[in-house]
């Protein structure tokens, strides 16, 4: 693939600092932009010094325009602890954001990846969820900040397509984890090897008998990679692991792994927390060729290993 000037918002999160690093290592530029509200500095700390990467820092909320070839806009805060701090800033980033975005890519004639999730199903009556569901979201939950911010980013880059020609691709991302995942986001891998480690007791929601669908972060950003470099826009795309989990599994298993002597306490159920969860990937398999390929048990080991190598 011929060398190409990328930019990644939200670059030193979680996925963009995978996303950044892989993409460097495919011989690309990468403009990382972000405000570090979630991200932080260390995630990003080998690149640095490399001359094909370059930091800005910079919150989507405000205009920008970087000529590039490519943006994959992921700059948003995913955790249920972090976008429920502040709703309004959830929202606006989520939505000015991604305006900002479109803006850019308009300006520059650059091809953008917006970085959608599962949650715009919500708590879903379909099982597992394809792209063409249209999703059952409490609108004035305590979810829908992040629910209802990512339903609309999705209908601006559609509309951006369809009245600009701006070049989309939409990535529907489902719970996906792995190394540099913050140890206190609030999501249950992160909570369930940080307190394992700790011998603490772990928190278990509900019955635990909600499902969920693990995706490898290595995996995933093959999907960006693949879904953005598509020769036409195949739409709404769900990336994830479509081996469905139940909460109790996941954290029998977390215990077995690090050889904890952590029990199990429940918890009362959150508010509008999806029940089962689980992605129809056909689309994904059919047009980028694309299907998981690190398994459960691998990918935790290998996030257990990360969470032992920093502080907790």
């Given at each position: 693939?011929?060398?190409?000037?990328?930019?990644?918002?939200?670059?030193?999160?979680?996925?963009?600092?995978?996303?950044?690093?892989?993409?460097?290592?495919d011989g690309h530029e990468v403009v990382c932009l972000d405000n570090f509200f979630t991200g932080t500095r260390r995630n990003i700390?080998?690149?640095?010094?490399?001359?094909?990467?370059?930091?800005?820092?910079?919150?989507?909320?405000?205009?920008?325009?970087?000529?590039?070839?490519?943006?994959?806009?992921?700059?948003?805060?995913?955790?249920?602890?972090?976008?429920?701090?502040?709703?309004?800033?959830?929202?606006?980033?989520?939505?000015?954001?991604?305006?900002?975005?479109?803006?850019?890519?308009?300006?520059?004639?650059?091809?953008?990846?917006?970085?959608?999730?599962?949650?715009?199903?919500?708590?879903?009556?379909?099982?597992?969820?394809?792209?063409?569901?249209?999703?059952?979201?409490?609108?004035?939950?305590?979810?829908?900040?992040?629910?209802?911010?990512?339903?609309?980013?999705?209908?601006?880059?559609?509309?951006?397509?369809?009245?600009?020609?701006?070049?989309?691709?939409?990535?529907?991302?489902?719970?996906?984890?792995?190394?540099?995942?913050?140890?206190?986001?609030?999501?249950?891998?992160?909570?369930?090897?940080?307190?394992?480690?700790?011998?603490?007791?772990?928190?278990?929601?509900?019955?635990?008998?909600?499902?969920?669908?693990?995706?490898?972060?290595?995996?995933?950003?093959?999907?960006?990679?693949?879904?953005?470099?598509?020769?036409?826009?195949?739409?709404?795309?769900?990336?994830?692991?479509?081996?469905?989990?139940?909460?109790?599994?996941?954290?029998?298993?977390?215990?077995?792994?690090?050889?904890?002597?952590?029990?199990?306490?429940?918890?009362?159920?959150?508010?509008?927390?999806?029940?089962?969860?689980?992605?129809?990937?056909?689309?994904?398999?059919?047009?980028?060729?694309?299907?998981?390929?690190?398994?459960?048990?691998?990918?935790?080991?290998?996030?257990?290993?990360?969470?032992?190598?920093?502080?907790?």
């Open positions: 693939m011929p060398k190409k000037r990328i930019a990644v918002t939200g670059g030193a999160g979680f996925l963009g600092s995978h996303l950044c690093e892989r993409l460097i290592n700390e080998r690149l640095l010094d490399n001359h094909n990467f370059e930091l800005v820092r910079h919150d989507v909320v405000q205009p920008i325009v970087i000529e590039v070839d490519q943006i994959y806009h992921l700059a948003c805060p995913a955790s249920p602890v972090h976008y429920q701090r502040n709703p309004v800033r959830t929202i606006r980033t989520a939505v000015q954001g991604t305006l900002n975005m479109l803006d850019m890519a308009r300006e520059v004639r650059a091809r953008i990846l917006i970085a959608s999730t599962s949650e715009v199903y919500g708590d879903p009556k379909e099982h597992p969820q394809r792209e063409t569901y249209w999703g059952h979201v409490n609108p004035t939950g305590p979810r829908a900040c992040y629910d209802e911010g990512k339903r609309c980013a999705e209908s601006l880059t559609v509309s951006y397509k369809q009245q600009y020609g701006v070049e989309t691709r939409i990535a529907r991302i489902f719970n996906t984890y792995g190394p540099r995942m913050h140890p206190n986001d609030g999501r249950v891998v992160s909570n369930f090897i940080v307190q394992a480690l700790r011998n603490d007791p772990i928190t278990v929601y509900g019955d635990g008998q909600q499902t969920r669908s693990f995706c490898y972060v290595t995996d995933l950003v093959e999907a960006f990679i693949r879904l953005m470099n598509t020769e036409s826009d195949p739409g709404p795309t769900n990336l994830g692991n479509p081996r469905e989990l139940t909460v109790l599994e996941l954290a029998k298993m977390t215990i077995e792994l690090t050889r904890s002597s952590s029990t199990l306490v429940r918890e009362p159920l959150p508010a509008d927390d999806p029940v089962r969860r689980k992605p129809d990937i056909s689309k994904a398999e059919e047009v980028i060729k694309w299907r998981p390929t690190v398994s459960i048990e691998e990918g935790i080991e290998k996030t257990i290993a990360y969470f032992k190598s920093v502080e907790i």
